[in-house]
């Protein structure tokens, strides 16, 4: 077909134009259809959802459209260079019903590519934009703020472009004396504070630029970037059946391994076309769900750290709690934080023998969380210091997170009701007795509850596969579907799936070539949302409110910068 785009016309690969929506189509593309109307100049087939190709001069119109029919979520962008041209995806579902998506496809010119932003529309945009425009360096006209985000501003050329010379030399000034706030015209007495790279407040590599109005925090920038390790392009150099599959551990690092490998899994699966059995359903929704455990605890007890510093008894109990989840983990993989335990179609190997062992050791801690959980209120939730610090500090309001993308507890400590696990239903979650945690505040102490909370929920889930797991028939067992070896699915299929991390909404978009490795990789971050939120949720605060809210975020910098 012949696409226009940026006032070019240029030749695509895609699926032929099809005609406009009629009264005989449903579902979202009816809607997306209907609400973008003439905008729309052509439509594409993903495997999760109808896409629809839009000029790169009405982007903002477009979004606004799709927003005002229902896509209020904006899930994910994703840039990518073809041939003759780029692209910018726009990812789009309803926070009320993931389901309910649709993506917009922008090409632009391959020579001086020049799109319009979306960020204007949806917070979130923002960053995702500008890491386009790091990696990619498609210009995002009307953009607020666009400059680079994961490299230095003196980094000479953009790394995922074809045309990348990898051998030029690459020197980073140092700016000494510089005044940040020379341009600051407000009045009062300003100070910049740097909090950063290297704090144990930041959770990681993190540098945030802290202006203040007096002691009042009257901005905040996330610097983010100092540990890029390339994880994209890394699997785009794996095969989908064998090398990729080790990566995801490594993302979110500290807890969330079979949880990031099952991000990858579903994506891959439905690429391919692979139906897992339903007793590999069970085991890997177990083994997410002793991952959520191992992710809360350890949130739950360096927030404790944030807030009433030194090494409190929260922590040293949050820490225990975890390694005995390590331990169960460990029998179970083999490892003990990068399990690379999932394999397409399925798990790599059985409950370990002796099966009765394992599951009485599981259930056994289970039994115990109740009246650990009582502590855990005893010492946080019900302790005057810490209500101090976290009632009514950091608020994020509903439709600030929506515009911002943000999900998981996050999101649910501000009284969205959004969980993949029941909304987009993968695994075995759809056949369990479990229900989504919400909290209406939307304040530091709301986002606290909520993973205690879910701690509870998850144990009811484990404690349901397993009664499944000690009752399923022995010849019955089947660990793996029968996957091909070399696995090549058909050139230019496009497919975004997410699961429900510990952190959030963990999705991953692939673009296929005909070959056994993806032509692109795209990894969306729960944690790189939730953090481009920590401004609207920090300002008017103090320094210590902001550390207050940052810790709130359970953010894991690997996984932000990937």
């Known amino acids: 077909m012949q696409r226009e785009s940026g006032g070019a016309l240029q030749s695509t690969t895609t699926e032929p134009s099809r005609e406009p929506a009629t009264a005989a189509d449903h579902g979202p593309a009816a809607v997306a259809a209907e609400a973008l109307g003439e905008q729309a100049v ?31 979520h904006c899930a994910c962008v994703t840039a990518q260079e073809y041939d003759d041209r780029f692209e910018t ?71 995922l472009r074809e045309d990348y010379d990898r051998e030029q030399p690459q020197v980073v000034t140092l700016r000494e004396h510089a005044n940040p706030l020379q341009d600051d015209q407000r009045a009062g007495d300003t100070m910049f504070l740097n909090i950063g790279p290297h704090h144990p407040s930041t959770h990681g590599v993190l540098h945030l630029g802290v202006t203040l109005d007096g002691e009042t925090v009257a901005d905040v920038e996330p610097d983010i970037g100092y540990i890029h390790r ?30 990031n490998e099952w991000a990858y899994a579903r994506t891959a699966e439905d690429l391919a076309g692979i139906e897992v059995p339903d007793y590999a359903q069970v085991v890997r929704t177990m083994g997410a769900e002793l991952s959520r455990l191992a992710n809360h605890f350890i949130a739950i007890g360096t927030y404790a750290l944030d807030i009433f510093g030194e090494f409190t008894a929260i922590f040293m109990y949050a820490m225990q709690d975890r390694e005995t989840v390590l331990n169960r983990l460990e029998d ?128 009811k889930i484990i404690e349901q596969c397993i009664d499944l797991l000690r009752d399923w028939p022995e010849d019955d067992r089947e660990i793996q579907a029968n996957v091909p070896r070399t696995i090549k699915p058909e050139p230019d299929t496009e497919v975004y799936r997410a699961v429900e991390a510990a952190k959030g909404e963990l999705g991953i978009y692939i673009r296929s070539d005909g070959t056994d490795t993806p032509a692109r990789f795209k990894i969306r971050s729960p944690c790189f949302s939730n953090l481009q939120a920590l401004p609207e949720m920090s300002e008017g605060e103090f320094v210590p409110d902001l550390v207050a809210t940052l810790g709130s975020l359970d953010t894991i910098m690997g996984e932000v910068d990937r």
């Open 42 to 72: 052509g439509r594409e087939m993903h495997r999760n959802c109808e896409a629809f190709v839009v000029r790169a001069d009405a982007v903002a119109d477009a979004l606004a459209r799709l927003q005002d029919a229902g896509f209020d």
């Open 89 to 159: 995806i726009y990812h789009l579902r309803s926070y009320e019903d993931p389901t309910f998506e649709t993506a917009l496809v922008v090409p632009t010119r391959h020579d001086g590519p020049v799109s319009q932003s979306g960020a204007a529309v949806f917070d979130t945009a923002d960053w995702h934009e500008r890491e386009a425009y790091d990696l990619f360096g498609i210009e995002y006209d009307d953009h607020p703020d666009l400059r680079r985000i994961l490299l230095p501003e003196t980094w000479q050329g953009h790394p």
């Open 230 to 259: 390339c994880e994209e392009q890394m699997c785009q150099q794996g095969t989908y059946r064998h090398q990729i599959m080790p990566y995801p551990d490594r993302w979110d690092w500290l807890s969330s391994g079979l949880l």
């Open 332 to 459: 179970l993989t083999g490892q003990r934080m990068m399990f690379n335990y999932l394999r397409l179609g399925g798990v790599a190997w059985d409950i370990p023998e002796p099966r009765e062992e394992f599951f009485d050791d599981v259930l056994e801690f289970l039994g115990k969380l109740p009246a650990k959980l009582e502590e855990y209120h005893d010492l946080m939730t019900s302790n005057e210091i810490f209500q101090m610090r976290c009632v009514d500090t950091g608020y994020l309001d509903p439709e600030t997170a929506k515009s911002y993308g943000c999900t998981g507890p996050v999101a649910r400590g501000s009284g969205i009701d959004y969980d993949l696990r029941r909304d987009d239903p993968y695994g075995y979650y759809p056949e369990l007795d479990w229900d989504v945690v919400t909290e209406p505040d939307g304040d530091n102490y709301a986002r606290v509850l909520v993973r205690l909370r879910e701690l509870e929920e998850s144990a």
